[in-house]
């Protein structure tokens, strides 16, 4: 009997804290098991009672780095339940806000937490002291982002200014209009971050993923759209629960989640990428197929060069918002509670967020549904484990404990807001 044991004690670059449990026999992967222990934090539970203008703000608490996209899920939730519909310029300004996010986000994951992986360094301030002039871009890049959350929002982290039905006032017109001249130089800044990322040396990993995404058809699904399979099709967001479930398994706080069928399935910008390539930004499409990255793509560490052309779409779109928007009409409606449910999705950086909710006529949450895209990706990431392993086992103790953690990060999995993710041990028997 042969037993290998590669233990993590605090890898960094990963929120959340988890382990990662390999068996082995004949060279055969036995069982692979990634545990996320942290305690579970029951938003679903303690939103019951809670009054609808109250949601936003509190699930927007998940996560401190896309609490538009918990803003943005419920509160399309919401309206629905409610009968509400946005108006056009409300519509534009969350666009705008959810862009704004996204840049922030992909921007930190790219150059900060996957980048080093690629690059060979032992993290972003190691690859700054040879490449300072690329970190300062990723850096300036995000501090954007960050700015027109706080534009928009009253603050850069859990704005406080999106609600049910739009906004609770307006944003200054003046001040959307000074943030061109950041998006201008940003939008050129995502193009070099696209030719750079294509030049990073990716591990080789091919796997049939089934994508799942929003999408719709005038644009790149962000803020609605139906959901759409790349084995099963569309399916509307009300619909969603029939076709994907979520289930226990008693290695892990977190619930994992498959289709009917039983499939494990990919959510994220790959899955987006593959789906919506041809609803992307002109500006988009271009850089991507300037680099030769089209889809069909099917390496998960290639999700960074996928994210770094979204952001190419984001500060895009976000530049052309700025240009033109104008506040039109009340920034919210005069809401009359009622009894009602809502189901709603919207693409957060790291993938499909479902919401639901069933309303009293008081307007007050009876139940709550949060199905949030890391959870929907645990599944497959074990399953991209096992397909990986036993390319490594031979490697060795620390560079298969590396080619490991790579594979996870290249998911930017949002397990908390914390930033461990520890333990890993393959055992041969």
Known sequence: ??????????????????????????????????????????????????????????????????????????????????????????????HLLYCAEWIESHVLHIYLLQAPDLTGHESALE???????????????????????????????????????????????????????????????????VRWAAELPYPHLEIDYEFVALHHPQEYGILEGVIRSSVAGDLSEEDFE????????????????RTVDGNHYMVGPLARFNLNFEQLHPAARQIAEEVGFVPPIHNPYKALLARAVETVHAYAVALEIAQTWH???????????RAGEGAAGTEAPRGLLYHRYRLDAQGLVQEARLVPPTAQNLARMEDD????????????LEEATLRCEHLVRAYDPCISCATHFLRLEVERT
């Open 1 to 94: 009997m042969t037993q290998r044991t590669i233990q993590v004690d605090a890898l960094a670059r990963v929120e959340g804290e988890g382990a990662l449990y390999l068996k082995v026999q004949d060279d055969q992967v036995l069982e692979v098991r990634l545990d996320i222990y942290e305690p579970p934090r029951f938003f679903e539970g303690f939103l019951r009672g809670r009054h609808y203008e109250e949601v936003p703000d509190i699930t927007a608490r998940i996560c401190g780095i896309c609490p538009v996209a918990y803003q943005m899920s419920s509160a399309r939730a919401l309206e629905k339940a409610l009968g509400l519909q946005a108006t056009p310029a409300v519509r534009q300004l969350r």
């Open 385 to 396: 484990l096992r397909l990986l392993a036993p390319h490594i086992l031979d490697l060795p």
């Open 327 to 337: 506040p039109q009409g009340p920034s919210k409606p005069e809401i009359h509670p």
């Open 242 to 257: 029939t076709r994907y479930l979520e289930y226990h398994v008693p290695h892990s706080n977190a619930l994992h989640s």
């Open 127 to 193: 690859l700054a002291r040879v490449a300072p002039d690329i970190v300062q871009r990723g850096l300036r890049m995000k501090r954007i982002g960050n700015h027109i959350l706080t534009v928009l929002g009253g603050r850069s982290v859990h704005p406080v200014n999106p609600t049910v039905g739009g906004f609770y006032r307006w944003p200054d017109e003046t001040a959307i209009r000074d943030l061109v001249p950041d998006l201008t130089w940003g939008l050129e800044a995502a193009r070099e971050t």
